[in-house]
């Protein structure tokens, strides 16, 4: 089974994109806990695209779909914006982000906690962001 959703890329349509995943997963059954948290990641990605790869740019566009068979679940980003890999941040320390105070940091390392692999693929001046979950 494979679905898309294409949104213009504006931090207010991360709603339909949560929307988009949740009900995914509502059709395949996957336990509340286990949708909340695959919700989140994909919802951080996307975020984190919107916000730094398309700068707020509502003109551009962003594109997820989902793949499901069974024993995995995979979540694809497409982003024409600027090309990042975020396998190459490492994990910031928790206490160092508290005594900085720092109001960011925590995404990636959530998704990376939250998903089973993710990958970062450049094909056609689109970057895709491909995230795996093992169910």
Request: hydrophobic share 40%.
């Amino acid at each position: 089974m494979v679905k898309s959703l294409a949104i213009d890329c504006q931090v207010e349509k991360l709603k339909d994109i949560r929307l988009f995943i949740d009900n995914f997963l509502n059709e395949i059954s996957v336990s509340d806990e286990l949708r909340n948290l695959l919700v989140l990641a994909v919802d951080e990605v996307c975020a984190n695209v919107i916000i730094h790869s398309q700068r707020l740019d509502s003109s551009k566009t962003l594109e997820v779909k989902v793949y499901y068979q069974p024993g995995n679940l995979i979540f694809e980003i497409l982003d024409s914006g600027l090309p990042f890999d975020p396998t190459s941040i490492t994990e910031p320390s928790l206490s160092n982000i508290i005594s900085e105070k720092r109001k960011g940091g925590l995404g990636l390392m959530l998704v990376r906690r939250i998903m089973d692999s993710i990958e970062t693929v450049r094909e056609n001046d689109k970057t895709i962001y491909r995230l795996i979950k093992n169910i």
